[in-house]
């Protein structure tokens, strides 16, 4: 059995799976620094920050069968113990990693200003100084990080991704500065660390900056923030300009259905801020979402999706929002709304409702018998499977129904399992790999 590294060996890769894919398949396990796509023998390697990140990897790919685009891959620790000059087909010099990154945007159709970068590149680290520039190569700009960490997991994340769909590529290289000189906070510098320095030098007047242009799309840096950092462009048939954020549910069984179980189903989608019943139509009710593009996912993800023998309809809500009042249950300060932190994972994981559901905050003495018995009023069980990660533990139940599995989650996210408050969404995993 080959020793454990931090290089990883991925098989059976096929000419439809990107870097990006494989990116997103071992993000959740650390910082990954190198990654090189083997095309002519259909398979990769790729190198974590250090090796207990790998052997998490594959601790869960192992029971776990990883598909991408509907493809098994298949993994195991590399022969290499470090990857170096052979990274030469990776994007970018390979340069020694620096907190400060040249970033090059190709494709630039919308005007790319400091603040849609710094949306951008912050969810990976404090962000310290931006400098925006034209070049021959096109437009361009220095970012730099609080540490170098944070530009490798910034290049990591997002090295050729999209900040806009279909738009706004993102070219990124380690730069060989030390340090970047702003003089000037505008739309072309920043120095985040010194909001005091002038705009302009005196006496010159404001030259016309990228964010001034005429139909800048007034939505658009948070979806292109969020459509970068968290998935490299937006879901099809997501816009990322809706600016509506409380949604009607209808269609509900108002004999099983309250605030608390629909708040349970809306939060995998963005941070609740009230949900009101109405009590003249007991199977509609009003969900106000914490921005419009929150609101956007949920109508996208649960439109016709089944709950406790109906099929929800959800639209978009005439009214702005819900006002509170005695028949409104508010949850903004609610610390289960899951956007709080980790942003950034919950927006990838978004999707429609599946057979498969992820339990995580269990207690560390918890058995799948117990998983089982939490779970089982709701449907058919078909597979469990209890692992650990990180040093948590961690579940994932298969229902024989997506209703099921939806019921599930309704009725048992938050609730309490021997001190412990359980957390569950949907995986999107299809099966369960059993060790046998």
């Known amino acids: 059995m080959t020793e454990p590294s931090k290089v990883i060996h991925v098989r059976n890769v096929g000419h439809e799976i990107s870097e990006n894919d494989l990116l997103q398949l071992f993000q959740p396990f650390g910082v990954i620094t190198k990654l090189v796509m083997l095309r002519a023998k259909n398979q990769a390697l790729l190198q974590m920050q250090d090796v207990p990140s790998a052997i998490n990897a594959l601790q869960l790919y192992t029971n776990i069968q990883p598909t991408i685009r509907g493809r098994n891959v298949y993994v195991q620790f590399s022969s290499h113990q470090e990857l170096t000059t052979m990274d030469q087909n990776t994007q970018g010099r390979g340069d020694e990693p620096n907190r400060i990154l040249l970033v090059t ?8 200003t400091v603040e849609v970068l710094h949306q951008v590149f912050s969810p990976h680290g404090f962000v310290e100084k931006i400098v925006t520039f034209q070049k021959s190569a096109g437009f361009q700009a220095l970012i730099q990080h609080q540490s170098r960490q944070c530009a490798v997991q910034a290049r990591t994340s997002l090295q050729g991704r999209n900040i806009y769909d279909g738009c706004c590529q993102l070219d990124i290289q380690f730069s060989n500065l030390d340090e970047l000189q702003v003089n000037y906070n505008n739309d072309r510098s920043r120095d985040f660390t010194n909001p005091n320095l002038p705009s302009e030098q005196k006496g010159r007047s404001s030259q016309p900056a990228y964010g001034d242009v005429v139909g800048y799309p007034p939505q658009m840096p948070n979806a292109a923030a969020i459509a970068a950092a968290f998935g490299g462009g937006l879901p099809p048939g997501i816009s990322g300009t809706n600016d509506r954020c409380t949604v009607l549910a209808s269609n509900l069984n108002p004999d099983r259905i309250d605030e608390d179980k629909l708040f349970n189903l809306f939060s995998l989608y963005g941070n609740i801020v009230r949900i009101k019943l109405l009590r003249n139509k007991p199977d509609h009710a009003l969900v106000q979402m914490g921005d419009g593009f929150q609101a956007e996912l949920a109508v996208h993800f649960l439109k016709g999706a089944m709950l406790f023998g109906k099929r929800l309809e959800v639209n978009f809500s005439k009214h702005p929002n819900i006002t509170q009042g005695a028949d409104t ?13 980790n942003a ?9 409702p599946t057979k498969m559901i992820h339990l995580s905050t269990l207690p560390q003495d918890i058995t799948e018998e117990e998983i089982g018995n939490l779970v089982e009023e709701h449907g058919t069980i078909v597979n469990t499977k209890l692992f650990e990660m990180n040093g948590k533990k961690q579940a994932l139940v298969l229902f024989e129904t997506e209703e099921e599995a939806t019921a599930a989650l309704v009725c048992k996210h938050a609730t309490s399992l021997a001190g412990s408050i359980v957390r569950i969404s949907f995986s999107q995993l299809q099966s369960i790999r059993e060790n046998q």
């Open 105 to 112: 945007i190709h494709h630039m159709l919308y005007p790319i």
């Open 329 to 341: 249950h508010e949850y903004m300060n609610s610390n289960l709304n899951r956007f709080n932190r």
């Open 344 to 352: 950034a994972k919950n927006y990838r994981y978004c999707c429609s």
